[in-house]
T-cell receptor
Framework: NAGVMQNPRHLVRRRGQEARLRCSPM?????VYWYRQLPEEGLKFMVY????????ESGMPKERFSAEFPKEGPSILRIQQVVRGDSAAYFC????????????FGPGTRLLVL | DAKTTQPNSMESNEEEPVHLPCNHS???????IHWYRQLPSQGPEYVIH???SNVNNRMASLAIAEDRKSSTLILHRATLRDAAVYYC??????????????FGAGTRLAVHP
């Protein structure tokens, strides 16, 4: 049973470009969470999605950031017009529905904005 | 969001037991106690979780105080691979839809050969 997969593992963008981060949850998991870890800081919750629905986006910056989890395919975290402050590690986690409590994390995407 | 308090750092010797404490005096009746760890340059890794009773798995044991205001993660025999930042996190049940994990600074565990 493959774990949570994220790609790319490393992403370099210039200021003003767009970054697309992908997360494939574990097989059978229908809940996805995105977290961000700025350099030398702790992980911060960004958004929680179920298939085709955003459940909690209280941690998402109001501008330039969006997330989706379509019926088919991976969850996408999209950052438009990246700035240097967006440089961070972005982790997704998945959860199995039906009363399970454990979120399983992927290896992360390390975004560097030049 | 319920908060937890952990020591910033701890040290252990290899093959000795390690007890990592966590205080959570404002825990609500339905909050689960989760422990995750993060090894350098990796994503967080689930360690264990519990609600009221002590829990054991292949990685660790979780001892929960009777009043649930504190808990202790126990690594029975520390290895070098256990050197990581350990996070104690409270979270409502996933069924409620508000179970985002709120990470604090955690405890940085150093394991000496």
């Amino acid at each position: 049973n493959a774990g949570v997969m994220q790609n790319p593992r490393h992403l370099v963008r210039r200021r003003g470009q767009e970054a697309r981060l992908r997360c494939s949850p574990m097989k059978g998991h229908s809940h996805v969470y995105w977290y961000r870890q700025l350099p030398e800081e702790g992980l911060k919750f960004m958004v929680y999605l179920q298939k085709e629905n955003i459940i909690d986006e209280s941690g998402m910056p109001k501008e330039r950031f969006s997330a989706e989890f379509p019926k088919e395919g991976p969850s996408i975290l999209r950052i438009q017009q990246v700035v240097r402050g967006d440089s961070a590690a972005y982790f997704c986690a998945s959860l199995e529905a039906g009363g399970k409590e454990t979120q399983y994390f992927g290896p992360g995407t390390r975004l560097l904005v030049l | 969001d319920a908060k937890t308090t952990q020591p910033n750092s701890m040290e252990s010797n290899e093959e000795e037991p390690v007890h990592l404490p966590c205080n959570h005096s404002t825990i609500s009746g339905t909050d689960y106690i989760h422990w995750y760890r993060q090894l350098p340059s990796q994503g967080p890794e689930y360690v264990i979780h519990g609600l009221t009773s002590n829990v054991n798995n292949r990685m660790a044991s979780l001892a929960i105080a009777e009043d649930r205001k504190s808990s202790t993660l126990i690594l029975h025999r520390a290895t070098l691979r256990d050197a990581a930042v350990y996070y104690c996190i409270l979270s409502p049940p996933a069924s409620g839809g508000y179970n985002k994990l709120i990470f604090g600074a955690g405890t940085r565990l150093a394991v000496h050969p």
